[in-house]
């Protein structure tokens, strides 16, 4: 019974002199730069660690609160708060925390429009390179013919689904925006498409395809024959 009061004494004195080093301790600084969060392992990402970078905004559905942003060849997605009316091209700062997904994410707690500009030049993306995940979240354009065009709905509004066959393999295309009259004029056609490149992915998390991210049909041109 003395041994067992002792350990208890020890513990209780060891106790509040942890807590108040842990205290003491500085936290650590906010990733400050895509390229810092995107060299964190999925480990860290799942320990909300604090961010704050900035970067230019390449597609953002505001009624889902989508973003993805860019700063050079470094691109994530981020879970937006914010009623900000974004645009391609906007330079914006985000402060937030990592969550584990597919790769490393953003959830924002702030979001701040610092000045208007233009957007990422695209790159251009195959097929092959795409489903490596070699330009997941990053601006780009691809090249395919279009085999199905038809209205559907996200969170009850109306956009335009896409599938283009490429040299390789199949692409879904989202499109926020709901033209009918388009849809026979792009059936058969070759066509480039600029928008952002992600995954299709079940519950499970398991990449099922591909997926362009596409403003409106200003980013779908059509190829002479």
């Known amino acids: 019974r003395a041994a067992s009061r002792l350990?208890?004494?020890?513990?209780?004195?060891?106790?509040?002199?942890?807590?108040?080093?842990?205290?003491?301790?500085?936290?650590?600084?906010?990733l400050s730069s895509l390229r810092e969060i995107a060299a964190i392992s999925h480990q860290d990402a799942a320990r909300e660690l604090p961010a704050a970078f900035e970067a230019t905004v390449t597609y953002f559905r505001g009624y889902e609160k989508t973003l993805f942003v860019q700063d050079g060849a470094y691109a994530i997605?981020?879970?937006?708060?914010?009623?900000?009316p974004l645009v391609p091209g906007d330079?914006?700062?985000?402060?937030?925390?990592?969550?584990?997904?597919?790769?490393?994410?953003?959830?924002?707690?702030?979001?701040?429009?610092?000045r208007h500009g233009d957007p990422p030049l695209p790159a251009h993306a195959s097929y092959a390179a795409m489903i490596r995940s070699e330009f997941d979240c990053r601006s780009v354009t691809v090249r395919g013919r279009v085999v199905?065009?038809?209205?559907?709905?996200?969170?009850g509004r109306t956009i335009t689904a896409?599938?283009?066959?490429?040299?390789?393999?199949?692409?879904?295309?989202?499109?926020?925006?709901n033209a009918p009259g388009q849809?026979?004029?792009?059936?058969?056609?070759?066509?480039?498409?600029?928008?952002?490149?992600?995954?299709?992915?079940?519950?499970?998390?398991?990449?099922?395809?591909?997926?362009?991210?596409?403003?409106?049909?200003?980013?779908?041109?059509?190829?002479?024959?």
């Not at 283009?164 to 295309?173: A, N, S, T």
């Open 162 to 177: 896409l599938e283009l066959r490429m040299d390789g393999g199949y692409v879904g295309i989202s499109i926020d925006d």
């Open 91 to 114: 330079r914006i700062l985000v402060r937030g925390s990592t969550r584990d997904s597919f790769r490393p994410i953003v959830v924002a707690s702030d979001i701040s429009l610092l």
């Open 148 to 155: 199905a065009a038809n209205p559907t709905l996200s969170s």
């Open 77 to 84: 997605y981020v879970g937006a708060t914010t009623s900000l």
């Open 183 to 225: 849809f026979n004029a792009l059936l058969d056609a070759e066509v480039a498409v600029t928008g952002v490149a992600s995954g299709q992915f079940d519950g499970k998390m398991q990449q099922t395809g591909l997926l362009i991210h596409v403003s409106n049909f200003c980013h779908i041109k059509g190829l002479a024959s």
């Open 7 to 30: 350990v208890i004494l020890m513990l209780s004195a060891v106790g509040p002199a942890a807590s108040l080093s842990a205290l003491s301790r500085p936290s650590a600084p906010p």
